[in-house]
């Protein structure tokens, strides 16, 4: 089994991969692999790294940000346990840069597989962009605004007159823009700051108020902050659609749907495993990925894990067409399509 990581070189300008094996640290990767994957910059937190699960038939997948308890510990635990495996299946698991990201990857039929949240699923499906989701992780979006104490943010209503963190285009910016509005909450009254993503740094910096993010960084940003941080979640205010789903290409569903359905059922077995061992699973990530730490880990899924669906994992059509209609009114997509075109629940483990 082998696990890519990649680590700071010692100076905060960008990130060199290894390869290890059991019996230690191998060696540097070279030429057009190190090339391909680029120079990053990141907060000391976060690790990027590529995970392969050897066991057969050689598929990708593509994460909607760097790999920690908050985007990759169900692919993991399915990888570890053997799941993967046990379906027939080399799964090799990729950092990502954004769900935004992730989509054009899966669309241009980069990776096999990719994971990105209905609200971008829904803007590159308007624009043609030919991938459909298979699977609902989050049954509710874990959208949330992170607050300083000293800001005195402690409700919705105290956001006017403050300054926001915000990183524009991105699903975290129209998600918040949307629960602004459906709290009645002029966004003409509060200051926008632009700030790299994630923003975590600017706002324990006290470079701005308020950041609007998701609620597995609430255990990072806390890990961080010298203060006390206001968490306001979306869906204490009105907030009812998906979070990020299991992505493919209308290529792979034409030709490959059996594939598909191997790994969806042993990422559902991931799933199940994380939610009853989430000690475990902190485990195993600190293992695989030694940068993480593991108390923020254990944090992050005890944050992340309710989000979750609990057993159902198809997609409703009557959220999915709510989303676009959130999205549209809101201005983020030209027009509506038929909800059918953003998924299929016909590869979903029952």
Not at 5 to 14: I, S, V
Not at 179 to 199: F, Q, S
Not at 259 to 276: C, H, N, P, S, V
Request: glycine share 8%.
């Amino acid at each position: 089994m082998l696990v890519t990581l990649c680590y700071p070189d010692g100076e905060p300008k960008g990130l060199i991969p290894f390869v290890v094996s059991k019996k230690g640290w191998v060696a540097p990767m070279r030429g057009r692999i190190r090339r391909a994957l680029g120079i990053l910059l990141v907060l000391p937190v976060l690790v990027a790294t590529a995970y392969t699960a050897q066991a057969g038939e050689k598929v990708s997948l593509r994460l909607n940000w760097l790999a920690d308890a908050g985007v990759v510990p169900h692919y993991l635990a399915a990888a570890k346990k053997g799941f993967y495996a046990e379906e027939g299946l080399e799964v090799e698991i990729l950092r990502g840069t954004g769900s935004g990201d992730a989509v054009k990857l899966i669309g241009a039929g980069q990776n096999t597989f990719g994971q990105a949240d209905a609200v971008s699923i829904i803007q590159a499906r308007v624009l043609d962009v030919p991938v459909k989701a298979v699977m609902a992780v989050d049954a509710q979006n874990p959208f949330v605004i992170l607050a300083t104490k000293k800001s005195g943010i402690k409700k919705l209503q105290d956001l006017a007159g403050h300054t926001a963190g915000v990183v524009p285009g991105g699903s975290p910016y129209w998600i918040y823009k949307a629960v602004l509005k459906m709290n009645n909450i002029d966004a003409g009254k509060i200051r926008e700051a632009t700030v790299p993503p994630p923003g975590y740094a600017q706002l324990v910096q006290g470079l701005v108020d308020f950041i609007n993010t998701f609620d597995n960084a609430t255990a990072i940003v806390r890990s961080m902050a010298p203060e006390e941080i206001t968490v306001l979640r979306g869906v204490d205010h009105g907030l009812d659609i998906y979070g990020v789903m299991v992505i493919v290409n209308e290529r792979t569903i034409r030709d490959k749907p059996e594939t598909i359905r191997r790994f969806l059922r042993a990422t559902k077995k991931g799933m199940d495993y994380t939610r009853e061992h989430p000690e475990d699973l902190a485990d195993m990530l600190v293992e695989a990925y030694p940068a993480l730490k593991r108390p923020v880990q254990l944090g992050i899924l005890r944050h992340w894990i309710p989000y979750w669906v609990k057993s159902d994992n198809t997609i409703s059509a009557d959220r999915m067409a709510k989303t676009q209609e959130l999205l549209f009114t809101q201005g983020v997509i030209p027009r509506t399509v038929d909800v059918r075109a953003f998924f299929t629940n016909d590869f979903v483990p029952r």
